[in-house]
């Protein structure tokens, strides 16, 4: 089994920033993986905001481009989602992701509220 535990998530102002952590943990983690980072606002299904993996690299959401950077660290167990210049449209529950040959498993998730 993997775990995933995520921090960071808060109330920002329009143009500012918040930096999201999600760390994964557990004896089934393994280091080829994918790790990223959806959003869920009620009345929307989640949404991809970004993704990373050794394979294919980064993926962001066309709305988030330019503004938001994911990474991770060496061993391939925490994902960070740096966002800024943030917009009201940035709210929501942001989940952590995580998944390899085996297993896709998520975060309980961390609320962001973007205030115009």
């Known amino acids: 089994q993997v775990q995933l535990e995520e921090s960071g998530g808060g109330l920002a102002q329009a143009g500012g920033s918040l930096r999201l952590s999600c760390s994964s943990s557990?004896?089934?983690?393994?280091?080829?993986?994918?790790m990223g980072w959806y959003r869920q606002v009620p009345g929307k299904q989640r949404e991809l905001v970004a993704t990373?993996?050794?394979?294919?690299?980064?993926n962001y959401s066309d709305s988030v481009k330019g503004r938001f950077t994911i990474s991770r660290d060496r061993l391939r167990k925490t994902v960070f989602l740096s966002m800024n210049s943030l917009e009201p449209e940035d709210t929501g529950v942001y989940y952590c992701?995580?998944?390899?040959?085996?297993?896709?498993?998520w975060g309980q998730g961390t609320q962001v509220t973007v205030s115009s």
């Open positions: 992701y995580y998944k390899d040959r085996r297993i896709e498993t």
């Open positions: 557990g004896r089934s983690a393994v280091s080829i993986n994918v």
């Open positions: 990373i993996s050794d394979g294919a690299g980064v």
